[in-house]
């Protein structure tokens, strides 16, 4: 860090005695130095915001270094003076500096940027740190008449609300209460009959002690195996890859290690993926431990997650619950991390800073000497590989826990089949048998809207985006219109072809308001629920999904992904995937993989409960190696297979990959451009690489600008990134002058 340059000459030489080397979130690679006095100096905190001048503006910041005199600067800049200190103690511990200073340095992220990024909205603007909060607790009354009659009805929620604050003896704050499921409005109307009171004070801080609130499973002995391996790692670094098939009783092995590290008074940080985090997720960990939950994901309000962080970054709460960003919350007393369906794509971010969570996690499980638990029943490729490499202990659970059977796979040859509206005949049959038995069916297709195509029956004229290359697809609700899923552009639907004006415009294939108006023709006696981003965007839409789906009586569930992750549908018995063609065939050297994830973790969904499940693939090559080995001999022969076509073909995990988008409106430019970086690449290192491209991207246009891939892969991740930094700098600096814009995506996730 401390990188000082001789001077060149002595007028270029400046001392100054007291620096502070200070993050704000600008676009640059660097720190930036200010000057201070000494009582500044001895007073600023490493880790707290200081409010400084930069360009013509005052910007926070966060102090990450301070020099003295004793390291003089040799600088041809005259240094700024800081605007003023926050007092406040350190917001960001120095293990979580470190971490975040890692994380720049890997992915080449503007240092700034990355570390304000760790900080609650409200912090960032400059608001004080230390905040009140209301605060509730239960009045007691007597066994009189008088006041008994103040109590709402025994069988009534908010008699259960007012049981559950009295819990609270020393009261709590409303965001902790909130949690534990006491709603704000419970507590305005406990107030009015004079059952609690609310009064403003600083937050307390205090951790409370851990209390089981419910007793373990029994385990069974793959879990006790695990609960046990994972146990004796305590206190020190280990990495473990926890693969279990969908049922198998994960969240129990999760449940009973945190056990051990609350009851030490540490702390465990628990990732979910960003559509994992459900009330379900929540309402299991509340019902095993009584101690301070908090949810830390992007969805809060700007109050609630800085209540949240502050909770989590104080010691107090001792379980955070969040998606990918909260691994940059500072956890005094961390024990654990967890990190549940360790295959999600959303733990990758794929925009601004382009982080992996799980490699960050593991980075910092790492520094922090605590074990971490990476779990899927799909395990990433990259993890598997790193248990190959005995980077990560394998602990495996093969069975359903409890009475539960994993389903039965079937698949089903398109070319062979009469077909109803995309949907072939024996899967229709297979619908209306299982609907009969009042069981319940769950439908996916990867494709919202009504159709993905609006074609001429004349002259073949279809409707694409102006703006990408891609074809517009169709809805037909709430009104007809023609709307890219890549920019979002619309416009109407024309009445007739614009190339030869016939009035024949066809929807062709089927999206799943298609699929819904077919199953509605089909089986229009039973209920559909359609779940996809068009109809649930809201969160009481879930509520409805859930109070559905655990109610038995035939139903059909139809939808997009979105419902396909970690759901529990125990009165579904088949489940169905229309469209795994599309990633069977895909370019892309990861789609086998995710194919078959999403495969498995939507067959995951049927045959729960107990009733037996059942999983039909309609495909156009059933015959495909890789899905044969995935139906007939599961998840983890498949991956076997695949991973060495991986070695193989030199691809990733085997290899380590870096890739450089170029944008602009000339497709061209792009490629002279990155040619141009390509032959400079020697002149900053000696890294070998090979290299894929610059070729077009698999989209090539989007939203109005050409994407050029350029595509490096070396053997060695350390020499990679030893030539990437300069080189990637240098090139930034480059893209002003030839007016285009580039992104860097290291280990990147999509090459779309
Ligand atoms: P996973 O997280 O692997 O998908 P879950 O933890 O959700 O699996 O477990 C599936 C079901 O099995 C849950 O209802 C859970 O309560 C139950 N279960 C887990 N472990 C046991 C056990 N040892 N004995 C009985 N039931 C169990
Ligand atoms: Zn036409
Ligand atoms: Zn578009």
Not at 249 to 264: A, D, F, N, S, W
Not at 376 to 387: D, I, M, Q, W
Not at 524 to 541: A, E, F, G, H, K
Request: glycine residues 6%; hydrophobic residues 40%; charged residues 20%.
């Amino acid at each position: 860090m401390t990188d000082v340059t001789p001077p060149k000459s002595a007028s270029q030489h400046t001392v100054y005695p007291y620096r502070l080397r200070v993050a704000i979130a600008v676009h640059i690679y660097d720190l930036i130095d200010y000057e201070v006095t000494a009582q500044q100096y001895a007073e600023a905190v490493i880790g707290a915001r200081v409010k400084v001048p930069f360009m013509n503006r005052q910007l926070i910041g966060i102090i990450v270094e301070k020099f003295d005199s004793n390291t003089p600067f040799h600088g041809q800049f005259k240094l700024k003076t800081i605007t003023k200190l926050f007092d406040e103690p350190a917001l960001l511990d120095q293990q979580v500096l470190h971490l975040l200073q890692w994380v720049a340095q890997y992915y080449q992220a503007p240092v700034g940027e990355v570390v304000l990024s760790a900080l609650p909205n409200f912090l960032k603007q400059g608001r004080p740190y230390l905040l009140l909060a209301y605060h509730w607790q239960a009045l007691t009354i007597k066994e009189n008449d008088a006041d008994t009659a103040k109590l709402p009805q025994k069988t009534s929620k908010l008699f259960a609300a007012y049981q559950a604050l009295q819990l609270h003896r020393n009261g709590a704050t409303e965001a902790i209460l909130n949690i534990s499921g006491i709603s704000t409005t419970q507590l305005k109307q406990l107030e009015k009959r004079g059952l609690a009171e609310s009064f403003q004070q600083p937050i307390d801080f205090q951790p409370t002690a851990m209390q089981l609130a419910q007793m373990p499973l029994d385990a069974n002995s793959e879990q006790k195996s695990a609960i046990k391996k994972i146990s004796q790692s305590l206190g020190k670094y280990q990495g473990f890859l926890l693969d279990g098939i969908t049922g198998s009783g994960k969240t129990e092995v999760y449940l009973q290690v945190m056990q051990k590290v609350l009851e030490k008074g540490q702390q465990v940080l628990v990732l979910v993926p960003e559509i994992g985090l459900t009330p379900q997720t929540i309402d299991r960990f509340k019902a095993r431990f009584h101690t301070d939950i908090v949810l830390l994901h992007s969805g809060l309000s700007d109050t609630k997650r800085l209540q949240a962080w502050q909770q989590a970054q104080t010691g107090k709460a001792s379980i955070i619950l969040g998606t990918r960003l909260a691994i940059f919350c500072p956890l005094p007393k961390l024990g654990l991390i967890i990190l549940d369906e360790e295959h999600d794509l959303s733990f990758k971010q794929q925009d601004h800073m382009r982080y992996h969570a799980r490699d960050v996690a593991l980075y910092r499980a790492f520094k922090q000497n605590c074990p971490i638990i990476l779990g899927s029943a799909t395990p990433s490729f990259e993890s598997l590989h790193l248990v190959e490499q005995e980077k990560l202990q394998h602990l495996t659970l093969t069975e359903r826990a409890g009475q539960a059977q994993p389903p039965q796979f079937k698949l089903i040859d398109l070319k062979a089949q009469k077909k109803q509206f995309g949907l072939a005949e024996p899967l229709i049959q297979h619908i209306d048998a299982q609907l009969k038995k009042q069981h319940q069916v769950l439908i996916f297709i990867n494709r919202r809207g009504y159709s993905p195509v609006l074609m001429c029956g004349a002259c073949a004229w279809q409707a694409d985006c102006p703006q990408c290359d891609t074809h517009l697809s169709y809805h037909l609700k709430p009104r007809p219109i023609l709307q890219c899923h890549h920019c979002n552009y619309m416009q109407p639907v024309p009445k007739v072809c614009p190339a030869c004006n016939h009035e024949d415009l066809l929807p062709i294939g089927h999206g799943t308001a298609r699929i819904e108006e077919s199953l509605n023709q089909l089986f229009p006696d039973y209920p559909m629920i359609r779940v996809d981003r068009d109809t649930t965007t809201r969160q009481d839409s879930w509520q409805k999904i859930y109070q559905r789906a655990h109610r038995s009586g035939a139903a059909i569930f139809l939808g997009t992904q979105m419902l396909a992750k970690g759901h529990h549908f125990p009165y579904v018995s088949l489940v169905t995937i229309l469209d795994i063609d599309a990633g069977l065939m895909s370019a892309d050297f990861r789609a086998p993989e995710r194919t078959a994830q999403l495969i498995m973790q939507v067959a995951g969904r049927a045959g729960r409960g107990q009733i037996k499940g059942e999983v039909l693939l309609q495909s156009l090559r059933p015959d495909h190696p890789l899905l044969q080995s995935l139906v007939t001999k599961g998840y983890a022969s498949f991956a076997k297979q695949a991973l060495a076509e991986r070695k193989i073909g030199h691809l990733p995990p085997y290899r380590y990959c870096v890739l450089i988008r170029a944008e602009s409106q000339n497709e061209l430019y792009n490629v002279d451009f990155l040619q141009f970086a390509l032959q400079h690449w020697a002149s900053f290192g000696e890294a070998k690489v090979d290299v894929w491209g610059p070729v077009h991207a698999p989209m090539p246009k989007k939203a109005g600008f050409y994407r050029t891939h350029l595509i490096l892969f070396s053997d060695s991740r350390v020499e990679l990134q030893r030539q990437i930094a300069p080189w990637w700098q240098w090139l930034f600096k480059q893209q002003r002058k030839f007016e285009l814009r580039l992104t860097l995506d290291i280990d990147p996730q999509d090459l779309g």
